[in-house]
């Protein structure tokens, strides 16, 4: 059993960060992709951001330059650092690990964003 663990979500204005953390833990062998991704209001869910475990990153373009994905491959966690924020970044965050083919997700967490 893999648990995900996430924080950092909250109430921000326009043009504010914000740090989420997505800590795993259980039967962990080896973590592949290590990710975020989120879900707004009446849209489907969407990649964020991506890493892999020698650091290679992909972001999706609305996010470029704004987000930055970062992990720790000793504590198994991936972060998320959200700066220069706008109110369409509001959505539940959900963090993604990939274990030896099988996706995990956690419960999300929530950013609001407001202008």
């Known amino acids: 059993q893999v648990q995900l663990l996430e924080s950092g979500g909250g109430l921000v204005q326009a043009g504010g960060s914000l740090r989420l953390s997505c800590a795993a833990s259980?039967?962990?062998?080896?973590?592949?992709?290590m990710g975020w991704y989120r879900q707004a209001p009446g849209k489907q869910r969407e990649l964020v951001a991506r890493i892999t475990p020698a650091g290679s990153t992909n972001y999706a373009e609305s996010v470029k330059g704004r987000f930055t994905i970062s992990r720790d491959n000793g504590k198994n966690t991936v972060y998320l650092q959200m700066n220069s924020l706008k109110p369409e970044d509001t959505a539940v965050y959900y963090c993604?690990?990939?274990?030896?083919?099988?996706?995990?997700w956690g419960k999300g967490t929530l950013v609001t964003v407001s202008s």
């Open positions: 993604n690990v990939d274990l030896l083919g099988m996706p995990y």
């Open positions: 259980g039967r962990i062998f080896s973590i592949n992709f």
